[in-house]
């Protein structure tokens, strides 16, 4: 059986998942890791602050340096042999844009504040937290590519346990405004952990400019910028508007369940990590029908965590949190379904990616993300917090299906049918109405776990039932 596994089509892709994984279990794991100490010690208005902190790094660390590293891995798989100095010309674009942005921010610091309805003094952790995830981000820019999981898993880990032990030391030891310690261990770690990034990113630069690299920037880097911030405000924005209308405390709460939900990219972004590298060798070597093999499978992997997640996400976050925080609770499943399409998503996106044409998926998330603003400024004011995952559901299902029939019809690229992830849909559709309807109780219950363990057995048979039956027939 090992040695069928070893020979089967995917087992490269997850032996790196599973350092992907472990990343990815990392990465969030600065908020998942953190939430236990956090819901404790913190108001439910102090986390609001701490996500809404959060989310205007993910913007901004895209928006003040203008992607200019957003083609080093892009760039790689050209094969060319002067990927050194377009990594290093890359790296000298964004550090000018990232000074200049800075200069600007340091000028409007307290109109800035005010505009993003965050204190004054978090505004002097912004600065550098947005630098190290600008370095975060080029080093997986660098990495992924070359497929060294192990030196992104090593880096991640280390983030995460030391952040989260100087966390819970800076916070006990603060009298008020105990979120500061959570921004003062971020900035700490992350800035060591940067040092140490950029020094192994140096090993691969090598100065000296080509023409083409400007242009290969601007065609590919700039044209991608709304992509890569509609995708930000698509997971970001909605918490930002519950804080402008709802205030800081209804704003941690969302973001508390949003963060539970989002445990189901972990599953995805591990898999899409490690695959993507072989999704462009099987473009390069012409084999559609293997990307969509791999497709149907992984989606499967996929359906399987959102249903483990939709199932007992709440005794999850009851076990993680306070009490205060119990009321946010019965969104997880809506945010997770949210996500499940979003790791559907790049099955079929990347094919406009491959064909460069970064303009198309700006285009389709800029309109998805702006349908998302549309509807949290009009539902949220009306129907609360609620409203934000109904609306981040429905924007993440358009995509989906958009970027498919973009894929399909306009540019006429290999394309992974719907039918491939009719099961997995199914699957998690079957799950939610179970949750819903029999399950949506916040009162604990062994026998309410059983038939849960039940349900999910039942769904996994359910999922994998093709590979099952080949087995079997075997």
């Not at 794991?29 to 100490?37: E, V």
Request: proline share 3%.
């Amino acid at each position: 059986m090992l040695e069928k596994i070893k020979k089967s089509p995917f087992y490269e892709t997850l032996v790196h998942s599973k350092d992907y994984f472990t990343v990815t279990l990392a990465n969030e794991g600065l908020k998942f890791l953190s939430i236990p100490i956090l819901t404790y010690l913190l108001s439910t208005a102090d986390y609001g602050i701490l996500n809404i902190f959060g989310s205007w790094v993910s913007i901004l660390s895209v928006l003040i340096v203008f992607n200019l590293n957003g083609a080093i891995s892009r760039y790689y798989y050209e094969f060319t042999k002067d990927y050194s100095y377009f990594l290093g010309f890359s790296l000298i674009l964004t550090a000018a844009a990232f000074g200049i942005s800075t200069f600007f921010i340091l000028i409007f610091r307290n109109t800035l504040a005010q505009w993003m309805e965050l204190p004054d003094m978090v505004m002097f952790f912004l600065i550098p937290a947005i630098l190290f995830e600008v370095i975060n981000l080029t080093f997986r820019q660098v990495y992924q590519p070359i497929k060294d999981t192990k030196r992104i898993r090593k880096y991640s880990i280390g983030t995460v346990y030391l952040t989260f032990g100087l966390t819970v030391l800076l916070i006990l030891l603060r009298e008020d405004t105990k979120y500061i310690g959570r921004l003062q261990a971020l900035v700490v770690v992350s800035g060591f952990y940067s040092i140490v990034k950029m020094r192994d990113v140096f090993k691969y630069v090598k100065f000296g400019y080509r023409q083409r690299f400007l242009s290969y920037i601007t065609r590919f880097s700039i044209p991608n910028i709304p992509y890569l911030l509609s995708g930000a405000i698509l997971s970001q924005f909605d918490r930002i508007i519950i804080n402008h209308h709802m205030g800081n405390s209804e704003a941690g709460l969302y973001s508390f369940a949003y963060n539970i939900g989002m445990l189901q990219l972990m599953v995805s972004n591990a898999i899409h990590n490690a695959w993507t590298p072989k999704y462009y060798e099987h473009m390069h070597a012409d084999k559609g029908d293997l990307i969509v093999i791999n497709a149907s499978f992984f989606s499967r992997i996929m359906a399987l965590g959102a249903c483990v997640l939709i199932l007992f996400g709440m005794e999850l976050g009851k076990i993680l949190s306070s009490s205060t925080y119990h009321a946010s609770l019965y969104l997880i499943p809506w945010i997770v379904i949210g996500h499940f399409f979003v790791g559907l998503s790049p099955f079929n996106k990347n094919a406009i990616i491959h064909a460069k044409k970064t303009y198309i998926t700006a285009a389709m998330t800029l309109g998805a993300g702006m349908i998302n603003v549309g509807l949290n400024v009009w539902l949220i004011p009306r129907f609360g917090s609620v409203a934000a995952a109904y609306s981040t559901l429905f924007c993440y299902l358009l995509l989906f299906l958009t970027e498919f029939l973009v894929s399909k019809y306009l540019l006429k690229k290999i394309t992974v049918p719907l039918r491939a992830f009719g099961v997995p849909t199914l699957a998690v559709v079957i799950c939610t109405l179970l949750f819903y309807f029999l399950f949506n109780t916040t009162e604990w219950n062994l026998l309410l776990i059983v038939a849960k363990a039940g349900s999910l057995f039942m769904l996994s048979l359910l999922i994998f039932y093709k590979e099952i039956k080949n087995q079997l027939i075997k």
